[in-house]
């Protein structure tokens, strides 16, 4: 079956530092979507991207797609303290209505 | 706009005692609907998931059930609860056939003791 994995699970960043967090696929995605969980509450969506090597930004944070549809990653740059959470990618393929979440990974910050 | 309700907000349990989660989904119709669970500091894991009205998919064997009732009604039951059920249980929707975003709704905190 499809599996998602992400790297890495664990992320403690130093505020005001930049850092990456990336998803692969087994499979060939239709879209990746990328969603945080801030503590305690459930996961909210951030992005989709849809086309191969897509890149998009919000802000401080980039994601990208890659070519192969098969991988993406989200970098955050200048992490600040309301960075915290944990940051999901979630893929689905054509012919499959399940997003398949990759295991997450959980940012701190250090002040 | 669309709207998911999930309740209870916790709920502690002891073993053996039957379990009943509903979620609701309101704004929309014939979403996929899906209950996945959380770990303590692990990621989300698809328990079930529903095209439509009485059709349910499960993805791992284990001691709980879903039914759809309603077109935007999704529970999660189980007859006997396991310690091992204890997590963070989330109902969510997407529309059907499209590549858009899922909505969680507030999640379940269960603790069985």
């Known amino acids: 079956g499809q599996q998602v994995m992400q790297i890495p699970q664990y992320q403690h960043v130093q505020e005001g530092e930049d850092f990456t967090t990336y998803c692969n696929s087994s499979?060939?995605?239709?879209?990746i979507q990328w969603y945080k969980q801030r503590p305690g509450g459930h996961p909210v969506f951030l992005i989709q991207?849809?086309?191969?090597?897509e890149v998009k930004k919000q802000k401080r944070l980039t994601f990208q797609f890659g070519e192969a549809k098969k991988n993406s990653s989200l970098h955050i740059t200048a992490t600040q303290t309301t960075d915290v959470g944990t940051y999901f990618c979630?893929?689905?393929?054509?012919?499959?209505?399940?997003?398949?979440f990759g295991a997450g990974t959980t940012v701190t910050v250090r002040a | 706009s669309q709207t998911i309700h999930q309740w209870p907000a916790t709920l502690v349990q002891p073993v053996g005692s039957p379990l009943s989660l509903e979620c609701t989904v309101e704004?929309?119709?014939?979403?996929?609907l899906y209950w996945y669970r959380q770990a303590a500091g692990r990621g989300l894991q698809l328990l079930f998931y529903?095209?439509?009205?009485?059709?349910i998919s499960s993805e791992v064997p284990q001691n709980l059930s879903a039914s759809r009732p309603q077109d935007r009604q999704f529970i999660l039951s189980s007859k006997k609860l396991l310690l091992s059920d204890s997590g963070f249980y989330l109902c969510?929707?997407?529309?059907?056939?499209?590549?858009?975003?899922?909505?969680f709704g507030q999640g379940t905190r269960l603790t069985v003791v």
């Open positions: 979630a893929g689905s393929k054509s012919n499959d209505y399940k997003l398949s």
């Open positions: 704004g929309t119709s014939n979403p996929n």
């Open positions: 529903s095209v439509g009205i009485g059709q």
């Open positions: 969510a929707w997407d529309f059907l056939r499209g590549n858009t975003e899922a909505f």
């Open positions: 499979t060939t995605l239709s879209n």
């Open positions: 991207l849809v086309k191969s090597g």
